[in-house]
């Protein structure tokens, strides 16, 4: 759907997720990510000014030395992009199952690499 249909059907907050997904496909693709998902206020079109972004992460088979380089170049890409404070997760990060339902019930992909 291109982004001035998506905003005339469902507001000025889903243009701003397809402009999203749009921007950190490159974003993405740099810091070995396999599939981001986006959860929280914004993915459910209730943000208000100020509200951060939510993201849940899951990167490709790196190593452990790795790992924190591409999370934070990850995470400090997002926030330069969006001018916003942004909290990011990792699937295999998450403990707690009521968590994990609640991000399963309201994430929004914003990019899935494709094999």
């Known amino acids: 759907m291109a982004c001035e249909q998506a905003a005339a059907v469902y507001g000025e907050s889903a243009m701003r997720l397809e402009e999203l997904k749009k921007h950190t496909k490159r974003l993405c693709e740099e810091q070995h990510v396999r599939r981001l998902d986006l959860f929280g206020s914004r993915a459910r079109h209730d943000a ?3 509200s951060d972004y939510d993201f849940v992460a899951e990167f490709e088979q790196l190593a452990p030395e790795e790992f924190g380089r591409y999370y934070f170049d990850l995470l400090h890409g997002l926030e330069d992009m969006l001018h916003a404070p942004v909290d ?19 994430r929004v992909k914003i990019y899935e690499r494709q094999d």
């Open 48 to 50: 208000r000014k100020g």
């Open 88 to 106: 990011l997760l990792t699937y295999e990060g998450i403990r707690k199952p009521a968590l994990r339902e609640n991000i399963e019930r309201q």
